[in-house]
């Protein structure tokens, strides 16, 4: 079998762009032809990822460059996309043009205009997989309840909360620049949102909002906000994305109220439970490897063993309900989800 060319662009989102190339780099059908680091100093660097771009070379046995255009040249099929989140339009675009598939780190994007951005360039290179990460998609907890709810077992979904804890990202100053990357507000958010709208298996069609900054003053957003939405059959979310939990506290937590039955379920390492009036179905304690389970969907993708789980129009759907969140955060009003041609 030829080998899938990888190439890694950006180290600002340090996490996500280590994990995602030590995990490719180990597989015998992927050849890493380089990592990318755009120019950015090595301080820089060390900051999002604890290690340099030299090193981190290194360590994979791949070249290091510093322009975009340059790891172009060695021809990649596809990329991992990690710099700032912010920019990762820049990168995504022109590499789809050019026939390349492309994996972006959570969120894909900050904004709803560089989103449909993406979602444009894909529309017209039908061929080329783009897969925005997302990895509670990829959390059997959630799995289940998607599954459970879209099997009918507890009948239409009714009432539903779903609650993030994640910690502010402040490693770099990028990271609490909201125009560089979010904030809180966009970097969490889209996890609330897309499951929302996954598993209840209903577009958004408004929101109301509230939020405060309760504990990160070096951030000029919301650290924790709360989110009522209604569905477009009828039932609501209530979102929570809270960055204020400074010990051990489950990742996600989610329930289904529906007209025949509920769900329940948190992240890691918790059961699953569907209750109906006959009886409670339990399913056994997991821990879901949420992170490599969706580079390995990638590679699935690209191989054509697997069609993407999640795709860039659903991405923009995300967006634009979170832009909308935005809009309430600011009015104090509820607001109407725009809808547009890519979602």
């Given at each position: 079998m030829e080998k899938q060319r990888v190439g890694l662009v950006g180290l600002a989102q340090g996490w996500y762009a280590t994990l995602y190339s030590r995990h490719c780099a180990q597989r015998q059908d992927v050849r890493f032809v380089g990592i990318c680091d755009l120019g950015e100093?090595?301080?820089?660097?060390?900051?999002?990822?604890?290690?340099?771009?030299?090193?981190?070379?290194?360590?994979?046995?791949?070249?290091?460059?510093?322009?975009?255009?340059?790891?172009?040249?060695?021809?990649?099929?596809?990329?991992?996309?990690?710099?700032?989140?912010?920019?990762?339009?820049?990168?995504?675009?022109?590499?789809?043009?050019?026939?390349?598939?492309?994996?972006?780190?959570?969120?894909?994007?900050?904004?709803?205009?560089?989103?449909?951005?993406?979602?444009?360039?894909?529309?017209?290179?039908?061929?080329?997989?783009?897969?925005?990460?997302?990895?509670?998609?990829y959390e059997d907890g959630m799995i289940q309840a998607q599954s459970g709810v879209a099997s009918g077992v507890i009948g239409k979904p009714l009432m539903t909360h779903i609650f993030v804890n994640h910690p502010a990202m402040t490693n770099h100053a990028w990271e609490m620049d909201p125009k560089r990357g979010g904030g809180p507000v966009i970097e969490f958010g889209c996890y609330v949102i897309d499951l929302a709208e996954w598993i209840v298996g209903s577009p958004i069609v408004s929101v109301a909002a509230m939020g405060a900054n309760f504990l990160h003053p070096q951030i000029p957003t919301p650290d924790n906000v709360k989110m009522i939405a209604e569905h477009a059959n009828g039932g609501f979310s209530s979102l929570d994305m809270c960055s204020s939990i400074h010990w051990t506290y489950p990742f996600l937590g989610l329930e289904v109220i529906g007209e025949k039955g509920s769900i329940r379920t948190d992240y890691h390492?918790?059961?699953?439970?569907?209750?109906?009036?006959?009886?409670?179905?339990?399913?056994?304690?997991?821990?879901?490897?949420?992170?490599?389970?969706?580079?390995?969907?990638?590679?699935?993708?690209?191989?054509?063993?697997?069609?993407?789980?999640?795709?860039?129009?659903?991405?923009?759907?995300?967006?634009?309900?979170?832009?909308?969140?935005?809009?309430?955060?600011?009015?104090?009003?509820?607001v109407p989800v725009k809808r547009s041609e890519h979602a």
């Open positions: 100093s090595n301080d820089y660097v060390r900051a999002c990822a604890e290690t340099t771009a030299d090193e981190f070379a290194q360590e994979i046995g791949t070249p290091l460059f510093h322009r975009f255009e340059d790891l172009m040249d060695t021809k990649p099929t596809a990329l991992i996309v990690t710099n700032e989140s912010g920019a990762h339009h820049s990168i995504a675009v022109p590499a789809i043009e050019t026939g390349v598939h492309v994996f972006l780190g959570k969120p894909a994007t900050i904004t709803l205009s560089a989103a449909e951005q993406i979602a444009a360039a894909s529309t017209l290179h039908p061929g080329v997989v783009v897969l925005p990460g997302e990895p509670a998609r390492n918790y059961p699953t439970y569907i209750q109906t009036p006959e009886g409670c179905q339990v399913s056994e304690p997991r821990t879901s490897a949420m992170n490599l389970r969706e580079i390995e969907h990638f590679m699935d993708c690209i191989q054509g063993k697997a069609r993407p789980g999640i795709t860039i129009q659903d991405y923009v759907s995300t967006m634009q309900v979170l832009e909308a969140v935005q809009e309430a955060l600011a009015s104090g009003r509820r």
